[in-house]
């Protein structure tokens, strides 16, 4: 078998076996949820969708507390308030999220502080996350 294909077989192989599912547990990415910075990152860039209204509140309900979920459906009904008074069209703005800062006063809770740059400003938002039936949700908002 000529030297290129032995090597095309080879990747091959190594492809499937990397399709193939391994059992629970050795897996590492079933069992370690994705790091903090990258989740935090996601979160906000999602609080700010859903106060730009393109994005539905809905679907974050499930990583905030009850109080939070409120606050956030109380500001962006101000927000799209204001848009409509100025008539301002909605559009979908990419954040650029420049840094996370996490730190944890105790087990089981990080607090978060996160600058984001979109087209127009740059904003802060820190957040703090309580470890729940182990998943995260956001116990405390607060946009800048």
Known sequence: MPEAARRREAERRAQQNA??????????????????????????????????????????????????????????????????????????VMHEIRSVRLSSPRDGVIEATVVVSGRMRTRAVALRLESLERRWRITALSLL
């Open 19 to 92: 399709r193939t599912p391994q059992p629970f547990g050795t897996n590492p990415s079933a069992e370690s949820p994705p790091p903090l910075e990258v989740l935090v990152g996601t979160m906000v860039r999602g609080i700010l969708e859903v106060v730009a209204g393109v994005r539905d509140p809905e679907q974050l309900a499930r990583w905030m507390s009850e109080e939070v979920y409120r606050h956030l459906l109380t500001r962006t009904s101000l927000a799209t308030r204001a848009r409509s008074a100025r008539r301002v069209q909605v559009y979908r």
